[in-house]
């Protein structure tokens, strides 16, 4: 007598496990079917040396690294349409690694003054001459400064080091505390 109600309780129980396995196993796959087929998409960008896209907290994390690229506007803007079809517009954080060495990294902060100053005064032609005439003083193979509608690229190289920097066209509002 009681023995019946028992297993159908145990039989209800195994099936609802079952069946959170199985859904958590649909979603990972679902995940997996996404991130591969990107990855293997930003692969074949001229340029990127390897991709690594990962889930987290609801949001895409794609990240590429770049080597040696001909014209990085274009290769960002091919990077964002890629993931724009596979993930969707604003799903996913794009990040560029590059080969920044700590000589790169002290020439960005020399020549960010410059870019900041043509992101707030709109001067972008200044700023890439300022950029490109601080980069040969601090011996650089080259120091570009490019702008499109949406960002501002940053590219300095120097031997076998590349810094690549994205920026927002314009700054964005400082917040101060109340």
Do not use: N
Request: charged share 30%.
């Amino acid at each position: 007598m009681f023995g019946r109600p028992l297993q159908i309780r145990w039989v209800a129980f195994t099936a609802a496990i079952t069946l959170g396995v199985l859904l958590l196993a649909s979603l990972f796959y679902q995940e997996q079917a996404k991130a591969a087929p990107l990855e293997r998409d930003l692969a074949a960008v001229p340029g990127v040396a390897a991709v690594q896209v990962e889930r987290d907290a609801g949001r895409w994390h794609v990240r590429v690294q770049l080597g040696a690229v001909d014209l990085l506007p274009a290769t960002y803007r091919e990077l964002r349409d890629r993931a724009d079809r596979r993930l969707g517009p604003d799903r996913y954080e794009l990040e560029l690694v590059d080969r920044r060495t700590p000589e790169l990294e002290e020439a960005f902060y020399q020549v960010s003054y410059f870019v900041e100053e043509g992101r707030t005064r709109g001067d972008y032609a200044e700023a890439a001459r300022q950029v490109e005439a601080a980069g040969r003083r601090l011996g650089l193979d080259r120091a570009r400064l490019y702008v499109d509608a949406e960002f501002v690229y940053l590219e300095l190289v120097r031997g076998d080091g590349v810094l690549y920097a994205v920026m927002p066209l314009r700054p964005q509002p400082e917040v101060t505390a109340r």
